[in-house]
Structures are given as structure tokens and as C-alpha cells.
Nanobody
Framework: QVQLVESGGGLVQTGGSLILSCAAS??????MGWFRQAPGKEREFVAR????????YYTDSVKGRFTISRDGAKNTVYLQMNSLKPEDTGVYYC????????????WGQGTQVTVSS
């Protein structure tokens, strides 16, 4: 089992920055990522990072603005969000999976990010 605890959400103006953190405990996941869900919409993938290699992948809408990183010693991943837009508003969820392949099996409780125009 993996337990995930997120922190760092909040309210920011358009163009501002926020950093989200996600601390994992229990078993060590191979891949961790971030998803988000806007009001009235389905949850969507944002970014992911592989623990061993540091390989990252982003959804197109956040490329160049968001950066996912990891601290292996702390089993923590971060999502640095810059140049935020109102459409980035939503609940951001940390996710993890133990094998390299397959779906994300473990989820955090979510943290609210609100970008005002």
C-alpha cells in the first residue's frame, strides 16, 4: 500500500505561481503523477515522473509552464506551476503506482487550486 498526502494548493491570480507537494509513505512507487479535476469535468492527467530515471511526461496544455520533480530521499514529488491560467483551476490529485506499467492505483485526497482572472 501507498499513502499519499498533498499540500500546497491555494488561490492565486492569473500569471502567478504555486508549488504542490506530495509525500508518499508505505511501499515505494515507481511512478508518481498529478491529475486534476475542474468543476463539472472529468479528472485529467497533468504530469508524471519515474522515480528511478526522473523521466517526465506532461499533458500539452501545461508544457513549458509546469515542472514535475522528485526528491527520492524523501519519497516526495513536486509540481511547480508557473504562468497559471484560470483554466488551471481545479482539484489537483497526486497519484502513484508501484509497477512501471498499468494504471495509477493510489490517490491522495486532493488539493484545491484556484486561479482568479
Amino acid at each position: 500500500q501507498v499513502q499519499l498526502v498533498e499540500s500546497g494548493g491555494g488561490l492565486v491570480q492569473t500569471g502567478g505561481s504555486l508549488i504542490l507537494s506530495c509525500a508518499a509513505s508505505g511501499r515505494t512507487p515507481s511512478v508518481m503523477g498529478w491529475f486534476r479535476q475542474a468543476p463539472g469535468k472529468e479528472r485529467e492527467f497533468v504530469a508524471r515522473i519515474t522515480r528511478s530515471s526522473g523521466l517526465t511526461y506532461y499533458t500539452d496544455s501545461v508544457k513549458g509552464r509546469f515542472t514535475i520533480s522528485r526528491d527520492g530521499a524523501k519519497n516526495t514529488v513536486y509540481l511547480q506551476m508557473n504562468s497559471l491560467k484560470p483554466e488551471d483551476t481545479g482539484v489537483y490529485y497526486c497519484a502513484a503506482k508501484i509497477p512501471m506499467i498499468g494504471t495509477f492505483d493510489y490517490w491522495g485526497q486532493g488539493t484545491q487550486v484556484t486561479v482568479s482572472s
